[in-house]
């Protein structure tokens, strides 16, 4: 009776086979949507934000788990991503002939103005999944990065009042001269199920050197994706 219950307790703890794991139910390809908070590391004392930026990314990416062991994998695909970020009292000239400049403004009262900015991005994440079969729970964590080129650049500004005395409206000023094309960011998220919390912090400039101030974009929020 001793000698059988040895066995059966070395039984029990055999280790899974993960590579006999069947992945016939999971899929290879998900949408994977990001909300979250965004703002400038290292800026200078000078640039006056307000509230709370913003970022919004989607992407579709395609999933390749390993073989020998499906609980970590490769996941790779496009996508869009957005980032808004708001000033106090201040007017942004991105049509300057040499660099972006930032002035404290106590002539113009602004309702709102903001920064956006909008790029094509493809990340790369290594992922472990504590479920691989079910990807629709489990303990899940990702590290990687993504790289993008810039689309767009805009400042939007909701005047109250202006110093010509004239308000009421929306100014909306397009160029993206000043701004590094190339974005370079290094990405984790780590959550359970389908909801993960992700954070981001952007390795390139924001601006060109010598066209603008030094910062850093970095982003923390929410991440909704099947796998």
């Not at 070395?10 to 016939?24: A, I, N, S």
């Not at 965004?38 to 395609?62: C, E, H, M």
């Not at 400049?101 to 113009?108: A, E, G, M, V």
């Not at 998220?189 to 970095?218: A, C, L």
């Amino acid at each position: 009776m001793v000698g059988n219950a040895v066995i059966g307790q070395t039984e029990g703890k055999k280790k899974k086979d993960w590579t006999k794991v069947d992945l016939g139910k999971r899929a290879a390809d998900h949408i994977m949507i990001q909300i979250g908070m965004y703002n400038w590391a290292s800026q200078p004392d000078s640039i006056k934000t307000k509230g709370v930026g913003r970022t919004f990314n989607a992407y579709f990416l395609f999933d390749f788990p390993f073989k020998t062991n499906p609980r970590i994998s490769v996941a790779i695909g496009p996508g869009i991503g957005t980032d808004n970020i708001y000033f106090d009292n201040t007017t942004i000239n991105i049509k300057n002939r040499t660099q972006v400049t930032f002035i404290q403004d106590s002539l113009t009262r602004y309702k709102k103005y903001k920064m956006n900015v909008g790029y094509l991005e493809v990340p790369v994440e290594l992922r472990f999944s504590s479920s691989p079969e079910n990807m629709n729970k489990g303990f899940k964590f990702a590290i990687g990065g993504k790289i993008g080129t810039l689309l767009d650049a805009k400042t939007k500004a909701k005047v109250d009042l202006d110093a010509n005395g004239f308000g009421g409206y929306i100014e909306k000023i397009k160029d993206k001269r000043f701004f590094n094309g190339t974005r370079l960011a290094a990405t984790a998220r780590i959550g359970y199920g389908h909801f993960t919390v992700f954070g981001t912090y952007t390795i390139t400039q924001f601006f060109k050197e010598f066209q603008g101030p030094t910062v850093k974009p970095w982003s923390l929020g929410l991440t909704i994706s099947g796998l």
